[in-house]
């Protein structure tokens, strides 16, 4: 598919037929790592749930509402480690400091997005759950961040595009 034409038909999903295999989340994941990093940091971290089982008590840690919307899809916890991207021998590089590391998950899971749907699955990033019990169910280190929690699978609905705002009230030219 072409770039244009892949911006434009992707979309977030909120109900799915089914999960992707264990081939296709690896090549995933191969193709999202291409994401540029702060000094090459490389502080992306994916926690994959594709068992029944393993997708369920994911789906717990969920809120509510997003619970639902994760039924038949693989998901995948997004996070990042601390005080890496930004930082110089433990001390910050400018005022964004941990955001840098915040900013590189964001382009490692819009490649992510964009790959997914280049493969023929759908997505929806969800940041309503518990971070905590997120966290228990991966056993993630206390030193990474958790952000989103991705599902991923065959769409079983198809949205349209949302309006977009006009350009001219995102963006400023001299």
């Known amino acids: 598919m072409e770039f244009k034409e892949l911006i434009q038909v992707r979309r977030s ?10 081939e296709d989340l690896e090549q995933i994941l191969k193709e999202a790592q291409q994401a540029p990093s702060w000094k090459n940091s490389q502080t992306t971290r994916w926690y994959v749930a594709e068992s029944p089982e393993k997708r369920e008590e994911l789906r717990q840690a969920l809120h509510a509402a997003n619970q639902k919307k994760a039924v038949n899809a693989a998901l995948i916890v997004s996070t990042y480690v601390r005080n890496i991207a930004g930082f110089t021998n433990g001390n910050p590089d400018n005022e964004v400091g ?3 590391g915040a900013y590189d998950l ?9 790959a997914a749907k280049n493969a023929g699955f759908d997505t929806l990033i969800m940041g309503l759950r518990d ?4 966290r228990e169910v991966f056993s993630i280190p206390e030193e990474e961040e958790i952000l989103s929690v991705i599902a991923i ?4 609905e198809e ?7 006009a350009l001219e009230e995102i ?3 001299a």
Do not use: T
Request: proline share 8%; charged share 25%.
């Open 13 to 22: 999903v909120r109900a799915y037929d089914a999960e992707p295999s264990h």
């Open 159 to 165: 949205p349209a595009m949302r309006p977009r705002k």
């Open 153 to 156: 699978g065959r769409g079983a």
């Open 131 to 134: 971070g905590e019990k997120v």
């Open 171 to 173: 963006a400023a030219f």
């Open 106 to 114: 964001g382009l490692h899971d819009a490649y992510l997005l964009l």
């Open 98 to 100: 941990n955001g840098w």
